[in-house]
T-cell receptor, first 111, second 112 residues
């Protein structure tokens, strides 16, 4: 069964800093990897989707990379802002017809 | 507005009662999912449906039931057989299974 791990579980940075969130998965036979943002008590908002044939995707200040062979993805956030404070989740899909989620990284950006 | 609507946002029920959570999407997606989220744990799949009139059990289906009579609707019933039903429930949809997923705002169920 696919296992997804996100490290660190929590991260606190000063405003303006660039940061990297990590996601690792045990089975490299994936179709897609998706990064989400979740605000407290809310649903998930899709940030970026990387297909298995791609190496990275960019959206504004966000850049996600995928190294399928090593089972790793990173989400890079440039020039962090207090509004970026949230929990960030990664999920992978594969032959199991479902999304396997990590437990998330809780990010706090300090003004 | 296109999206996924879950209702209600908060739900309180007495132990032993069945309760149904609503999920509606107007994205014309074939696949729909129900996940459960508990503090400190990742999202866990309850049921998913690839197409109308078809659905499959996920990792934690015991004590839950679903139906998919219409493409846009995928209601989840939490039965009295579910031993620990208090949780945050999230509905999602995607064009097809294993494509980009979109989530609703969730329903927080509290059973007392």
């Amino acid at each position: 069964k696919q296992e997804v791990t996100q490290i660190p579980a929590a991260l606190s940075v000063p405003e303006g800093e660039n940061l990297v969130l990590n996601c690792s998965f045990t089975d490299s036979a994936i179709y897609n990897l998706q990064w989400f943002r979740q605000d407290p008590g809310k649903g998930l908002t899709s940030l970026l989707l990387i297909q298995s044939s791609q190496r990275e995707q960019t959206s504004g200040r966000l850049n996600a990379s995928l190294d399928k062979s090593s089972g790793r993805s990173t989400l890079y956030i440039a020039a962090s802002q207090p509004g970026d404070s949230a929990t960030y989740l990664c999920a992978v899909t594969g032959t199991g017809n479902q999304f396997y989620f990590g437990t998330g990284t809780s990010l706090t950006v300090i003004p | 507005d296109g999206g996924i609507t879950q209702s209600p946002k908060y739900l309180f029920r007495k132990e032993g009662q069945n309760v149904t959570l609503s999920c509606e999407q107007n994205l014309n997606h074939d696949a729909m999912y129900w996940y459960r989220q508990d503090p400190g744990q990742g999202l866990r799949l309850i049921y998913y449906s690839q197409i109308v009139n078809d659905f499959q059990k996920g990792d934690i289906a015991e004590g839950y039931s679903v139906s998919r009579e219409k493409k846009e609707s995928f209601p989840l019933t939490v039965t009295s057989a579910q031993k620990n039903p208090t949780a945050f429930y999230l509905c999602a949809s995607s064009m097809q299974v294993n494509t980009e997923a979109f989530f609703g705002q969730g329903t927080r169920l509290t059973v007392v």
